[in-house]
């Protein structure tokens, strides 16, 4: 598998990179600053150089409910204000964001990050199922179903509205 050179990676792949070594070092932590993800990334120097863009992209371009602004990436996702994780495909996102982004490709990151891919695919699936489970409102879906289990919708209805005028 060819690596493309360092310098050529892409700033938004970088922010992930940085985004889930953050996640994997700090597995207690659900989210992290764009400031914190800047300086993951400043430690890591996956490119030998600082990069001004990584910030605006962990701010801006790689947040999936925000609006797209050029960037269409869905690799963050904020949880609260000030705060990013990465991007689950159970979160909800811009429209506009559809056809963006979520990882970085294999071939497109330096080999020794590319255990990253396979961790973020168990992780996301784990936390997926997490956060159905402890989310008080996912947890009531079916939960009336038995309601009309006996009798159709329209039936029910008809049955209330008897004696209107």
Same mark, same amino acid.
């Given at each position: ?87 689950? %495909? !159970? =979160? /909800? ?5 559809? &056809? #963006? $982004? ?30 159905? %489970? !402890? =989310? /008080? ?5 079916? &939960? #009336? $179903? ?20």
């Amino acid at each position: 598998m060819a690596v493309k050179a360092m310098s050529r990676l892409k700033v938004a792949d970088e922010v992930w990179i940085a985004t889930a070594l953050l996640h994997r070092e700090n597995p207690d932590r659900s989210d992290f600053s764009p400031k914190e993800i800047e300086a993951r990334a400043g430690k890591e120097a996956i490119v030998n150089e600082r990069r001004p863009g990584v910030y605006v992209h962990a701010v801006l371009h790689c947040v999936a409910n925000r609006p797209p602004n050029p960037g269409a990436y869905r690799m963050l996702y904020e949880t609260r204000p000030g705060y990013r994780r990465l991007f689950r %495909k !159970s =979160d /909800p996102y811009d429209p506009r964001r559809a &056809s #963006g $982004k979520i990882t970085p490709e294999a071939d497109e990151i330096p080999l020794r990050y590319a255990d990253l891919l396979s961790w973020y695919r168990g992780w996301s699936e784990s936390q997926s199922h997490q956060a159905g %489970k !402890s =989310d /008080p409102l996912l947890a009531l879906y079916g &939960s #009336g $179903k038995k309601l009309w289990a006996d009798e159709h919708a329209d039936a029910y209805v008809s049955r209330l509205r008897e004696g209107w005028e």
